[in-house]
């Protein structure tokens, strides 16, 4: 059994992965546009970047670490050959993500940012834009109630096939590559290729807060 790459494949899936990370500035940047339209309409002492705040800034999401955890396995070809998945499931660069929140009043603001995906031969973690908002509620001096809510588009984990020939047996036949040595049918291996959605993909938080 021989294991290749399809070119072809692969460089759409590039494409595609540069097509959706362009997309994600796009969007960020229409988004920090309406944004500050929006407010300076309604009041000339708004300041965008003076109103913007970091909030959060993080590498190696669920979905980073799920191609991570792939890395070790292995199986043993036809002849002999020890095929390792490391290569496959590495990536020179760790999805990375960024959460700002711009404040439109004292008592709400909107949450926005992304995730820069990431790539490796057998698997795309695509790029993701955020979005929300968030109101906080004076209960006391000290205490306050605060509600949000974010919604993420996009930031896909898609597993890659691989395509290997199993001589006179079977041909040349697509496969998932981690079962290419399977007791499965090539084509049944297929249904296993990893094909998920970032974890918490849609949040509501309700938080109380008292400081003393």
Not at 89 to 107: C, E, G, H, N, V
Request: aromatic letters at 12%; charged letters at 20%; one cysteine or more.
């Amino acid at each position: 059994m021989t294991i290749s790459r399809s070119a072809g494949q692969d460089q759409a899936n590039v494409a595609g992965f540069r097509a959706a990370r362009m997309r994600l500035m796009l969007s960020a940047c229409i988004l920090g546009f309406f944004s500050a339209a929006n407010c300076m309409a309604s009041g000339p002492a708004f300041d965008f970047f003076q109103s913007t705040h970091l909030l959060e800034i993080s590498q190696e999401s669920s979905l980073s670490n799920r191609a991570a955890s792939l890395r070790g396995g292995s199986f043993e070809a036809a002849d002999g050959t020890r095929v390792r998945f490391d290569k496959w499931y590495a990536s020179k660069w760790a999805d990375t993500r960024i959460t700002f929140l711009t404040q439109l009043s004292p008592t709400f603001g909107v949450l926005w940012g992304g995730s820069t995906g990431e790539r490796g031969e057998k698997y795309t973690i695509a790029p993701s834009f955020r979005y929300g908002f968030l109101y906080m509620h004076p209960v006391s001096k000290n205490a306050q109630l605060s509600f949000s809510a974010t919604q993420i588009i996009g930031g896909r984990f898609k597993e890659r096939s691989c395509t290997a020939d199993y001589g006179a047996i079977g041909g040349v036949q697509e496969v998932n590559c981690r079962l290419a040595a399977s007791e499965l049918q090539p084509a049944q291996t297929l249904n296993y290729l990893i094909d998920e959605a970032p974890a918490y993909k849609r949040q509501l938080s309700l938080r109380y807060s008292l400081n003393f």
